[in-house]
């Protein structure tokens, strides 16, 4: 037997941990419907034309995707909060990364897709009620309506007048997520109390030094007339009003879109695990 992963030993795990946590689960789940039937509610209300327009349920979507993902990320490991519920929850006979996997598959796999079906079981009614509330003469046909102001109910996995540099915005809002949602997930086991509020105020630490590493480190050291675009690229204007463009080979700059892109999960997920390692320890 393996002992640091075996397979039907991690599903006895997965089974525990749903038997012990379904109440909880649950009555989060029936949370964020309330929340999502509350919010289109009062954009009903308020928006009596057209409600429930692309531009109205895209930011519905993401707003609700990042902070109850969050927020259930930051309980995922609530037992290491309490000695008494740690050492219980360490001494269960699993392996830590069957029990980090088993968080993973609670924590992002089934609640990405259950928060999506969530989204549309309280999506589609309110945007069928909302046509029929809707004056008919403002619903335009759809070959008519600008993407951004159709009616329909929104393919939150498609491009939908969103755009970010030319391409659309939905990937990059997705990976966003899941590379956020991480941070949360170390931050629930480092963090043995107020694991959310603490990895809020880590995070926007974080991105206030960075701001501050840009501005009093990187910017005085840029030389005249040069402005850095983005990251890794500087930019100016020649006397014959040309611009000049000065970045990284090819290879380098796609590699640093490929990490910052598809590995800041797994390298959170992984600095989680060690860090869940530790604890037993």
Known sequence: MNQTFFFPRWWMMVTRHWAENRRRYLLY?????????????FNLLME???????????P?????????????ASTLFNPLGNKKEAIQYLSVPASQLEKFLC??????LLFFIL?????YLVDIPFVRLSRQLSAPSRVLPIYETPMRDRTGVINVFADNGMAIDGGSAIPVFM???????SMFILGS???SRFAFIKTVIAVLLLVVAGALYMMKVINPNIPNSWNLDGLIEWRRYNVEGLTEVISPAGWMTSTLAFVVKYTLPVIFWFIAYIRLKEKEV
């Open 175 to 181: 990976l966003a997520f899941f590379a956020i949602q």
């Open 189 to 191: 086991i480092y963090f």
């Open 48 to 58: 009596k034309d057209l409600p429930m327009q692309y531009r109205h349920q895209l």
């Open 115 to 119: 928060y999506n079906v969530l989204f």
């Open 29 to 41: 789940l029936l949370a964020v419907a309330a929340l999502m039937i509350i919010w289109n509610g």
């Open 60 to 72: 519905t979507y993401f707003i609700g995707l990042f902070l109850t993902g969050c927020i259930f």
């Open 103 to 108: 968080a993973l598959l609670y924590g992002v």
